[in-house]
């Protein structure tokens, strides 16, 4: 079955701008997470998204939003861009029940962010 | 505030040898640890968890042991292969069955043919 597909892979912005990132999760996973990921901080989580409502949230600035669609597909938004928001941003999807395995989360490649 | 630590960046290990990979944690109310490897351009691939409940779980060649006291959590890797070589990353997560993972920084593990 297709993975997690996150989509642009590459892109480029410039301080102040804004960007929309988007996620397409495996078929029949309810729930979406996003991470963050920079060299040295590993892996940040920043928001979940299940059943269309955020049940979770990390610790990170209002610029930085997100939302999922009723057919699970997320997008996650930036605004204000900062030189540090430069990143390699991942989205993950899982089952979201609680459940074993349910938090067994499937990585898509990740849409890499550069600031300039 | 660092809640899961992986001290080691890097780590050579001899191919067909053991490979160790460490992670810390301080956070009581992990109760779910997860590894995940990761290779360049590609999302993490979850490799093996293991639950508070638990001291140990084994998946062919991978194996994680939990030290619930010393709040440590090891992954061993028999035999090492050259396609292990990749970054691999210990999480943790409260209230099982949460999707908010901890991660750690990581550490690259390199197998020598």
């Known amino acids: 079955k297709a993975g997690v597909t996150q989509t642009p892979r590459y892109l480029i912005k410039t301080r102040g701008q804004q960007v929309t990132l988007s996620c397409s999760p495996i078929s029949g996973h309810r729930s979406v997470s996003w991470y963050q990921q920079t060299p040295g901080q590993g892996l940040q989580f920043l928001f979940e998204?299940?059943?269309?409502?955020?049940?979770n949230k990390g610790n990170f600035p209002g610029r930085f939003s997100g939302r999922q669609f009723s057919n699970s597909r997320s997008e996650m938004n930036v605004s204000t861009l900062e030189l540090g928001d430069s990143a390699l941003y991942l989205c993950a999807s899982s089952l979201g029940g609680a459940r074993s395995g349910a938090n067994v989360l499937t990585f898509g490649a990740g849409s890499r962010l550069t600031v300039l | 505030d660092q809640q899961v630590k992986q001290n080691s960046p890097s780590l050579s290990v001899q191919e067909g040898r053991i490979s160790i990979l460490n992670c810390d944690y301080t956070?009581?109310?992990?109760?779910?640890f997860l590894w995940y490897k990761k290779y360049p351009a590609e999302g993490p691939t979850f490799l093996i968890s293991?639950?508070?409940?638990?001291d140990k779980n084994e998946d062919g060649r991978f194996t994680v042991f939990l030290n619930k006291s010393a709040k440590h959590l090891s992954l061993h890797i028999v035999p090492s292969q050259p396609g292990d070589s990749a970054v691999y990353f210990c999480?943790?997560?409260?209230?099982?069955?949460?999707?908010?993972?901890?991660f750690g920084t990581g550490t690259r593990l390199t197998i020598i043919p």
């Open positions: 293991i639950s508070s409940i638990k």
């Open positions: 956070n009581s109310m992990f109760d779910y």
């Open positions: 998204y299940f059943s269309e409502t955020q049940r």
């Open positions: 999480a943790a997560s409260a209230n099982f069955g949460n999707e908010k993972l901890t």
